[in-house]
C-alpha cells in the first residue's frame, strides 16, 4: 500500500523554515527548547487546519492563510506610546503592559510603582530562568491545537502577571499587544496571569494595529485563578482590517474561584478567537460572554470548551454577534461534564443578527455530559431586525439607518451588560456606537 504524503502549503513550508532559522535564537532552555519541539513536530504532522477537521469546519485555515509573514523578533524603531488601547482607557487609572511587534516593552508600560502584591516580569525573561512552575503553567489546560502548537514553537515574549494571595488589586491591569510595523509581519505572543488563593483582578488584554497592513497575530494567554480567587477580564480586538488574528485563552480555575469574561470583536479580516475553560476545583463560576460587529467580507470564529472536572460549577455564557454586507460569523461552543462532576449548572447561548441577505452565520452548540445529576442547556438563533419595532421607530420620526442602529445597540447591549464595571460598560458601548456610526 503507498504512503500518502500530503502537500505542504507555502504558508505551512515557511513556517517550518521560520522556526528552523529561529530556533537557536528563541528563549528558552533544554525544558523549553523541548517543548518547541515536540509542537513543531505535532505541526508538521498535522499541518494548518482545514475544513475536515471538526474543530475547524466552519475556518478553514488551510485556505485562508495562504501565505506566511516574516516572524518578528521586535520593534526596528521607536515605537509610539499611543494606541486604540488608550483611547479606550482615557480616563481610567490602570497598569499598562506593552507588547510591541512581538516583544515585551517597559519603557513604553508603567511598571515602575506597581501596587503591593502585584509583580511583573517579561515572559522571555521567565523562559530563560528556567523557572519549572511558571513554564508549566504556560500550557495548563492546551488541548491538542495547531494553533497553539504554532504558540508554543515560535513563542517569543509576553508578560508573566501575579498577583499574591489575598491580594485584591485596585487598579485594572492592561496588556496591550499591537503591531507598529509598516510591512506585514507575524508575531507570536504568549503571556501569563497567576492569581494567588483569594486574589482579585480585573485585566484588560486588547490586540491592535495599522490600516492598510496584512499582519498576522497568534496570541495565548494563559491563566490560573486560585482558589477563592475573583477575575474580572475584559479583551477587545480591533486589528486593521486587512490582518489575520489568531488567539487562545486557557484558563483554569480552582476551589470557590470566580470568573467574568467578555470579549469585543470589531477587526481583521479573518480572526478566531479559542477559549478552553477548566474547572479544577469544586463550586467554581463562571460567566462568559461576548459580541462581535462584522461588516465588509470579514470572517470571525468564537470557538469555546467549557470542561468541568470538579463538583458544583456553574457556568454561563452569552455571546451575541451582528452580521452586515457579506461577513461570516462562526460560533461553537462545547460544555463537558466529565464522570464525578455532580451538582454541575451549565448553560450556552448564541445569537445572530443578519443586517444584510448576504451575511451568514453558523452555530454549533453542544453538550458532553458524563454525570447524572446536573443541570446544563445550550441554544441559539439566528434571524433579521425585527420589522414591527423598526416600524414603531420610523412611525416617530427615526430615519431607518437610525433606527436599525438603536436596536442594534440594544441587541449588543445585552452582552455588554454582563460587564460588572460601569465605565468598562461605557467604553463597550462607545465602541460599538462608532461601528455603528461607521456602519450608517
Known sequence: ?????????????????????????????????????????????????????????????????????????????????????????AGIDHVRLVIV??????????????????????????????DATLIAEL????????????????????????????????????????????????????SLVVLGSGASLTLIDSYEGPEGVAHQTNAALAVKVGDGAELHRLSFQAQGLEAQHLSSLLITLGKDARLQSFALESGAAVSRNQL???????????????????????????????????????????????????????FQGKIVVRHGAQKTDGRMMSRSLLLSETAEANAKPELEIFADDVQCAHGATCGALDEDLLFYCKARGIPQAEAEAILVQAFVGEAIETVEDEALREKLSALTEAWLSRRV
Open 139 to 190: 500550557g495548563a489546560g492546551a488541548p491538542d491545537n495547531a494553533v497553539l502548537d504554532l504558540n508554543t514553537a515560535f513563542m517569543s515574549d509576553g508578560v508573566v502577571v501575579t498577583v499574591d494571595p489575598g491580594v485584591a488589586i485596585a487598579k485594572p491591569v492592561a496588556i496591550e499587544t499591537r503591531h507598529s510595523a509598516a510591512t506585514a509581519q507575524a508575531t507570536f505572543t504568549r
Open 101 to 130: 511587534d512581538g516583544a515585551y516593552s517597559p519603557s513604553l508600560s508603567n511598571v515602575a510603582e506597581l501596587p503591593a502584591g502585584l509583580r511583573v516580569a517579561s515572559l522571555a525573561e521567565t523562559l530563560a530562568s528556567a
Open 1 to 89: 500500500m503507498a504512503n500518502v504524503i500530503p502537500v505542504k502549503t507555502p504558508a505551512e513550508t515557511a513556517l517550518d523554515e521560520a522556526y528552523g532559522g529561529l530556533r537557536q535564537v528563541l528563549p528558552g532552555e533544554a525544558g523549553v527548547r523541548s517543548l518547541r519541539e515536540d509542537a513543531i513536530a505535532k505541526f508538521r504532522a498535522s499541518g494548518l487546519p482545514h475544513r475536515r477537521v471538526e474543530d475547524f469546519k466552519y475556518t478553514d485555515l488551510r485556505a485562508l492563510m495562504r501565505d506566511a509573514n516574516p516572524v518578528s523578533t521586535g520593534p526596528k524603531g521607536s515605537p509610539s506610546a499611543d494606541g486604540k488601547a488608550e483611547d479606550f482607557l
Open 276 to 330: 478552553f475553560l477548566t474547572y479544577k476545583g469544586d463550586n467554581a463560576k463562571a460567566l462568559l460572554s461576548g459580541a462581535t460587529l462584522l461588516a465588509g467580507t470579514r470572517h470571525a470564529d468564537t470557538t469555546l470548551v467549557v470542561d468541568h472536572l470538579a463538583l458544583g460549577g456553574e457556568s454561563r455564557e452569552l455571546f451575541n454577534a451582528v452580521i452586515d454586507g457579506e461577513a461570516r460569523s462562526v
